[in-house]
């Protein structure tokens, strides 16, 4: 069974410092692994994805994250955080075989204090 | 970003009052799906599908029925709703393949009263 772990519900930082927001996942299958943002009363809107090519992902608005299949990890960073960076983040795992059920994790609040 | 526009974006409705939310996508992407987003849990799954006629149940099916009678159109359908049913609707389109981005609409907030 899959499954998705962030282990952080809100995350704190001030402005202008790194960004980490951990995600655990649990798949029998190769997955491939997301990162979404979702500002308040929007919708979801991608950050970077991972489908097993490169293991470190650049994602927009200076987002990063790396894949680390011997810790099941899938880590979101940032080197500095700005105060529109403030939103929930969500980790989402896919089998590989796409069947459309995605799991997501629980999300993580950001929060970027001036 | 994918095309995808749901309607209404917020609706008040009555307890067991039907309600039907549209979500239509210019994409022609293969799959489309239904989530809700309720405080502490995240976005579950309500019905996918994988093709026109072709839909399957999420994890939190019971009391929604979908339709897809055409490949931009995503019905979902509260048969008779509950106040349990209060929340925010996100529809998502993705096209085949594995790791294919999951795109999502902008969401509609439904209140059941």
């Known amino acids: 069974a899959q499954s998705v772990t962030q282990l952080d519900s809100h995350v704190s930082v001030s402005e202008g410092t790194p960004v980490l927001l951990r995600c655990n996942y649990s798949?029998?299958?190769?997955?491939?692994l997301f990162w979404y943002v979702q500002h308040p009363n929007k919708g979801l809107q991608l950050l970077l994805k991972?489908?097993?090519?490169?293991?470190l992902v650049k994602g927009i608005n200076g987002f990063e994250a790396e894949f680390k299949k011997s810790e099941t990890s899938f880590h979101l960073t940032k080197p500095s955080a700005h105060m529109s960076d403030a939103a929930e983040y969500f980790c989402v795992v896919t089998p590989s075989s796409n069947t459309g059920k995605l799991i997501f994790g629980q999300g993580t609040t950001l929060q970027v204090k001036p | 970003d994918a095309g995808i526009t749901q309607s209404p974006r917020h609706k008040v409705t009555e307890t067991g009052t039907p309600v039907t939310l549209r979500c239509h996508q210019t994409?022609?992407?293969?799959?489309m799906y239904w989530y809700r987003q309720d405080p502490g849990h995240g976005l579950r799954l309500i019905h996918y599908?994988?093709?026109?006629?072709?839909?399957d149940k999420g994890e939190v099916s019971d009391g929604y029925s979908v339709s897809r009678s055409k490949t931009e159109d995503f019905l979902l359908t509260l048969e008779s709703a509950t106040s349990s049913q209060t929340s925010v609707y996100f529809c998502?389109?993705?096209?085949?393949?594995?790791?294919?981005?999951?795109?999502f609409g902008e969401g509609s907030w439904l209140t059941v009263v």
């Open positions: 991972y489908t097993s090519a490169a293991t």
């Open positions: 599908s994988y093709g026109v006629k072709d839909t």
């Open positions: 798949s029998s299958y190769s997955p491939s």
């Open positions: 994409e022609n992407h293969r799959y």
């Open positions: 998502a389109t993705s096209g085949q393949g594995a790791g294919n981005t999951i795109y």
